[in-house]
């Protein structure tokens, strides 16, 4: 009997309409287009200015924006995975109020906390609900409004985020093509230095929380960035290894977008054409667990039945990995 393998079948995504620029940005805090450009990549991000508008949301947008092009019905869906670090609530999930409004009623569904790893995490968890044969039809999805952590007081964090979402239909298939191999790490001693202080049982919200501004992302930028490089390079550079893979033989390397300097130090290490490796950041910004989703909706278009594609995120926690896709469509 062949193997079963999980094959993405239709992709979705959504931004908001709002663009906030870096010139906006330098009339609202001490930076330069000239700075976040070079140090960062970023020029734009997009942000969700809805009122009591939550993650959910962009994800509900992503997914009927799926469902406008796939076969599939929501009805059929039996798995919900939502990589989020910014759900609409602490609980409920954002998996459950995602299912209620696009009228889910047939499915488990949950959220996977991996930061700006999630959507790799949640892919991977998906191949192997799919390989165990207890799942057909699940839903993957990253989403983020990343502006609802975001102090817009802070130029070193501001700059970076964005809002978006993305999702991808992942089913069954017994053709080599799918989900191939995931390499993920965590290593939770990289907690302290990427973390949302305040919210959580062990510092509950607070006056003093909200004063302290400990209920939006806190970073030590140039530790984290160090981490990022090694892991998502050497990530990359081992399930190339492991499964054979020479820089050729990779149609497609989807990046974390957090900074571009950490996506050339990728490039270089895969040794994969620039000309292969998508980036948007410049457009969005990073909108965490969403980025790769979103890299995926953009760039359906131009990818191929039996193509090899690298995913490889790093993020919070901290967690980090990649994985091999072969594109199945
Ligand atoms: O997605 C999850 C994982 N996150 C990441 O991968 C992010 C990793 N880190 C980074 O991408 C970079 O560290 C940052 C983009 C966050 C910061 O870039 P950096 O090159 O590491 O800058 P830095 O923190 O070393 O700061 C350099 C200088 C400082 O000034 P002094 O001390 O040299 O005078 C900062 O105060 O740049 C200053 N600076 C800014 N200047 C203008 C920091 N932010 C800004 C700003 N505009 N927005």
Request: proline fraction near 3%.
């Amino acid at each position: 009997m062949s193997k079963i393998r999980a094959v993405i079948t239709g992709v979705g995504g959504y931004v908001p309409e709002y663009i906030l620029n870096n010139q906006e940005l330098s009339t609202m805090m001490d930076t330069s287009d000239e700075w976040i450009t070079t140090r960062v990549g970023i020029k734009e991000r997009r942000i969700l200015k809805e009122p009591g508008a939550g993650t959910s949301y962009m994800a509900v947008k992503a997914a009927e924006d799926l469902f406008s092009k796939v076969a599939t019905k929501p009805e059929e869906i039996d798995l919900i995975l939502v990589a989020t670090t910014t759900p609409d609530y602490i609980f409920p999930s954002l998996a459950a109020v995602v299912a209620d409004k696009l009228g889910i009623k047939n499915a488990l569904g949950f959220d996977i906390q991996a930061a700006c790893s999630g959507f790799i995490v949640a892919l991977t968890n998906a191949a192997s609900f799919i390989e165990s044969g207890r799942y057909k039809k699940i839903l993957v999805f990253g989403a983020e409004k990343m502006s609802s952590i975001t102090n817009y007081e802070d130029r070193t964090t501001a700059p970076l985020f964005g809002d978006g979402a993305g999702v991808v239909l992942v089913e069954p298939t017994t053709e080599e093509v799918g989900v191939m191999d995931s390499l993920i790490m965590t290593d939770g001693s990289g907690g302290k230095h990427l973390m949302l202080k305040a919210g959580g049982s062990a510092n509950p919200a607070s006056y003093e929380t909200i004063d302290k501004r400990e209920h939006s992302v806190y970073q030590e930028g140039q530790y984290v960035f160090k981490h990022a490089v090694t892991n998502m390079a050497n990530s990359s550079g081992d399930i190339m290894d492991k499964n054979g893979l020479k820089s050729e033989d990779i149609s497609w390397l989807i990046p974390h977008q957090a900074n571009l300097r950490i996506i050339d130090a990728v490039v270089a290490r895969t040794g994969v054409d620039y000309s292969r490796v998508i980036i948007n950041i410049e457009k969005y910004g990073n909108t965490s667990a969403a980025t790769i989703p979103i890299c995926i909706w953009e760039r359906e278009k131009d990818f191929k039945k039996g193509q090899n594609i690298i995913l490889t995120a790093f993020g919070a926690g901290f967690t980090w990995g990649a994985v091999w896709v072969k594109w199945g469509y």
